[in-house]
C-alpha cells in the first residue's frame, strides 16, 4: 500500500524564480492538503484540494497557487519566491468521500525548498 | 480562532525514563478533534493518535499512553520507558468538524539518550 510520496526531496532557488512541488496521496484517499513548515516551527496549513477544486484555504497569499488533477495527484506552486519561502513543504492526504465528519490526514516525507 | 499550544519546547531524558508531553487547546467548537505526529529527523510525520471531543476515554497503546481532558483542555502524551528511538518532534494538533485540516502547535523536542 503506497504511501503518499512528493517530488523533489530538495530544491534550490532563487528570490523571483518560481516553483512546483507535486504529491500522489496515498492509495484510496482523494483529498489532498498543503503545509508550509519553516524551520523550528510547526506546519501551517496552506489549502486543501478535493474533487478538483481548492476547498479550503490558510492565511497565504496568491503567490501560492495549486492544482488537483483527475488522479487526485496535486501540484504546488509559488511565484516570485522570498527568502522566506524557505521551508519544508508537506503534503498530506485523506479520504473525504467516506462522508464522515473528518478524516485523519496522512503526510508524505515533504519537499526542503531553499530560496537564495 | 482554534490554537495549540505546546509550551515544552525540548525535553531530555534518559532511557527508560518516562516523559509526558504536554499540548493545551483553544477552540470554540464543541465538536473537534485532536491528534498527535510524530516528525523524526527525516521530516515526515507520524500519525500516531486521533481523539473526538466527545471520548474522554484515556488510551494506551503500547509504551503510549494519553490523557484527555476537556475540563482544563489539555490531550497530554506519555511515553513509558522511553528509547533512543523515540527521539523525534512530536506534534499536537487539532481540527474542527466537518474540516479535516490541521492547526498545530510548534511542537516538543524529545531526546532520548543512552
Known amino acids: 500500500d503506497a504511501g503518499v510520496t512528493q517530488s523533489p526531496t530538495h530544491l534550490i532557488k532563487t528570490r523571483g524564480q518560481q516553483v512546483t512541488l507535486r504529491c500522489s496521496p496515498k492509495?484510496?484517499?482523494?483529498?489532498v492538503s498543503w503545509y508550509q513548515q519553516a524551520l523550528g516551527q510547526g506546519p501551517q496549513f496552506i489549502f486543501q484540494?478535493?474533487?478538483?477544486?481548492?476547498?479550503q484555504r490558510g492565511n497565504f497569499p496568491d503567490r501560492f497557487s495549486g492544482h488537483q488533477f483527475p488522479n487526485y495527484s496535486s501540484e504546488l506552486n509559488v511565484n516570485a519566491l522570498l527568502l522566506g519561502d524557505s521551508a519544508l513543504y508537506l503534503c498530506?492526504?485523506?479520504?473525504?468521500?467516506?462522508?464522515?465528519?473528518?478524516?485523519?490526514?496522512?503526510f508524505g516525507p515533504g519537499t526542503r525548498l531553499l530560496v537564495l | 480562532a482554534q490554537k495549540v499550544t505546546q509550551a515544552q519546547t525540548e525535553i531530555s531524558v534518559v532511557e527508560k525514563e518516562d516523559v509526558t508531553l504536554d499540548c493545551v487547546y483553544e477552540?470554540?467548537?464543541?465538536?473537534?478533534?485532536l491528534f498527535w505526529y510524530k516528525q523524526p529527523p527525516s521530516g515526515e510525520l507520524v500519525f500516531l493518535i486521533r481523539?473526538?471531543?466527545?471520548?474522554?476515554q484515556n488510551e494506551i497503546s503500547g509504551r503510549y499512553s494519553w490523557n484527555f481532558q476537556k475540563s482544563t483542555s489539555s490531550f497530554n502524551f506519555t511515553i513509558t520507558a522511553s528509547q533512543v528511538v523515540d527521539s523525534a518532534v512530536y506534534f499536537c494538533?487539532?481540527?474542527?468538524?466537518?474540516?479535516?485540516?490541521?492547526?498545530f502547535g510548534k511542537g516538543t523536542m524529545l531526546l532520548v539518550s543512552p
Open positions: 484540494y478535493y474533487e478538483e477544486e481548492e476547498r
Open positions: 494538533a487539532l481540527s474542527e468538524a466537518g474540516y479535516s485540516t490541521l492547526t
Open positions: 477552540t470554540r467548537d464543541t465538536t473537534y478533534y
Open positions: 492509495s484510496g484517499h482523494d483529498t
Open positions: 481523539r473526538n471531543s466527545f471520548d474522554e
Open positions: 498530506a492526504s485523506s479520504f473525504e468521500s467516506s462522508g464522515r465528519a473528518w478524516e485523519t490526514q496522512y
